[in-house]
C-alpha cells in the first residue's frame, strides 16, 4: 500500500509530529514498507489458530474473599490531620 503526502500530513497531524520534507518522504517509504508488511499477514491463514487475550502464560490464582478483622472507624480517624465529625477533611481539588 503505498502512502501519499497528504495521507502522511494527516496523519502527522493527528499523531502531532512535525518534520520537514526530506524527513516526510523517508517517513512515507517507511510507513508503505510497513503497510506492505501487514497485508503480507492478511495473506496467512489463521482459521485454526485459537485467539489469544495476552502473551503471559502466567496463571492467576485466585482466593476466596473471607471476611476478617477491621479497623474501627474511631481508630480509622485518630491519625486524621483534620476531620470533620465522622470524615477526613481534604483540601479542596475541583472548583
Known amino acids: 500500500m503505498k502512502i501519499d503526502t ?3 500530513k494527516k496523519i ?3 499523531a502531532r509530529l512535525e518534520f520537514d520534507q526530506a ?7 517507511d510507513m508503505s514498507q510497513i ?3 501487514v497485508e503480507q499477514l492478511n495473506e496467512i491463514d489463521t482459521d485454526k489458530v485459537e485467539p489469544i487475550t ?3 502464560s502466567e496463571i492467576n490464582v485466585l482466593r476466596e474473599d473471607k471476611v ?3 479497623l474501627a ?4 480517624l485518630k491519625n486524621a490531620p483534620q476531620r ?3 470524615y477526613f477533611r481534604v483540601p479542596k481539588v475541583l472548583e
Open 54 to 56: 495476552t502473551m503471559s
Open 23 to 29: 524527513s516526510a518522504e523517508k517517513m512515507t517509504q
Open 68 to 70: 476478617g478483622e477491621h
Open 12 to 14: 502527522a497531524h493527528l
Open 35 to 37: 503497510l506492505d508488511w
Open 84 to 86: 470533620d465529625s465522622d
Open 73 to 76: 472507624h474511631e481508630s480509622g
Open 6 to 8: 497528504n495521507t502522511l
